[in-house]
């Protein structure tokens, strides 16, 4: 089952790895790994909650977001998004840019060198608030108890996640304007585009999530009004069927287009370079995609509870690397393996309470057994 079901992400794996030698040796070899690790660690709580919503579609729907979603959400937005915030940034079209990088490398990588203090607050703002809603929501399971007990009641205050991202990016864009101004004021400009890219990529969640929460709303009205149709014995369940199916489709597209940027965004704190990017983000979304069809066909989304923690824990991380990458610099490597980390510490902790949990049945079992 699993060599069925993973058998093109090997194959993209084997293929993306062995062009990365090619176009820039065994240096590649390695960024090209560690990115696909990054975009499959930050993207694992994305193939959960796709499995969670495509279960309860036909397979046709099921069809249509593994080939059509897959086109939009993956290539589009993992591989056409980066050239996309290139163009913008650096102030070039997007063919320039592609070419740019395949012919003018070190000018490339400069242009987005000087643009880097805009990526990283526009991508550190966005994970941030990714973070934040995650650790400030009541959740019946816990994983670092101690830690999310107090920030779940915090969290009942209202909009206290884009407060708190709020003054982050003042102190972050502070900081630089103070650093700039020391230093003879050469970046002292780049202070206010740090603000400036910050709130556009606080915007940026907030449409997204709206977005997404009103097609969730769309979808529950679609069901509600399917239980109705069918114990009143009027209407047409087929056709308000597909209604809900439809906009499951959209709610999903949007929802995994949320997920998606982490993943890109955070693709610029390992490299510059957009064809070892692309490469690297087309293998772990070859994966996501995998993980979403193996976690349906296998009903088993619950065995291991804690790791969607760990990659919100990872995106976190990632958030304040960006952030502090404004100013400093920080190792690839570093980077790479912090995610890496986490959900590993994650899946350990789940295997560890999945043993308790049997061992205490079993217990409970072997007690109620009457003596003869």
Known sequence: MILKTFRWAFAVTALGLAAGVLYDGWAAFGIVAILAVLEISLSFDNAVVNAGILKKMNTFWQ???????????????RLVFPVVIVAITAKLNPYDAVQLA?????????????????????????LLMIFLDFIFEDRDIKWLAWLERPLAKLGKVDMLAVCIALVVLLITAFTFATHAHQHGGAHADKAQTVLISGIAGLITYMVVGGLSGYFENRLEEEEREEEAQQSGGTGSPVKLAGQAAFFMFLYLEVLDASFSFDGVIGAFAITNDIVLMALGLGIGAMYVRSLTVYLVRQGTLDDYVYLEHGAHYAIGALAVILMVTIQYQI????????????????????????????ATEGATETDSVPVP
């Open 331 to 358: 190792n690839e490597i570093i980077t790479g393996l912090v995610g890496v980390v986490l959900i590993g510490w994650s899946f350990w902790s789940s295997v560890r309470r999945n043993k308790r949990l049997a």
């Open 102 to 126: 395949v012919t003018d490398k070190d000018r490339y990588q400069q242009l987005v060198t000087d643009a880097h203090p805009a990526i990283a607050a526009f991508g550190g703002m966005f």
């Open 63 to 77: 069809k249509i977001f593994l080939t059509v979603g897959v086109l939009i959400a993956v290539f589009g937005m």
